[in-house]
């Protein structure tokens, strides 16, 4: 039975962000890609998307990233998609502090050379601060 190719890269690219897998991680992303964080925080191109993700994996001691659930499109004969994934994140600062991050990603795919990798990625933050949730919650719709 053939893999789910999107799901795949999901999970390739939280698999790489628990491992602080750079080269792993960077190969999910197209050569062109974006990456916006919130904020007015955009990244343009995979070697500048690489380099900010260096930058904050190197604020963590650990990190877990887990992926909940998502749904995609894809348009085979254009070799394009969208989707939304929910991901989870449990982690510690290297200054000890530990948090969570509830949120999601919306997603474009572009397939390359045959593989599907990230077009964009936007973060999209429903939750971010202390592990036992007594933070504020930010919803998704407005």
């Not at 050569?31 to 604020?59: K, N, S, Y």
């Not at 593989?115 to 973060?123: H, I, T």
């Amino acid at each position: 039975m053939p893999r789910d190719p999107i799901a795949e890269l999901v999970h390739l690219y939280a698999d790489a962000v628990v491992h602080h897998d750079g080269d792993q991680w960077g190969a999910c992303w197209a050569p062109d890609a974006h990456w916006e964080l919130g904020r007015g925080r955009r990244v343009e191109g995979r070697d500048a998307i690489l380099d900010l993700w260096h930058t904050a994996m190197g604020t963590f001691a650990a990190v877990v990233q887990t992926v909940l659930n998502g749904s995609y499109e894809l348009d085979d004969d254009a070799g394009t998609g969208t989707g939304r994934w929910y991901i989870q994140e449990h982690f510690q600062r290297d200054t000890g502090d530990k948090g969570k991050l509830l949120a999601h990603y919306n997603d474009t795919y572009v397939r390359v050379d045959g593989r599907w990798l990230f077009n964009s990625r936007e973060l999209v933050i429903h939750y971010g601060g202390p592990q036992d949730l007594s933070g504020d919650f930010l919803n998704a719709w407005g």
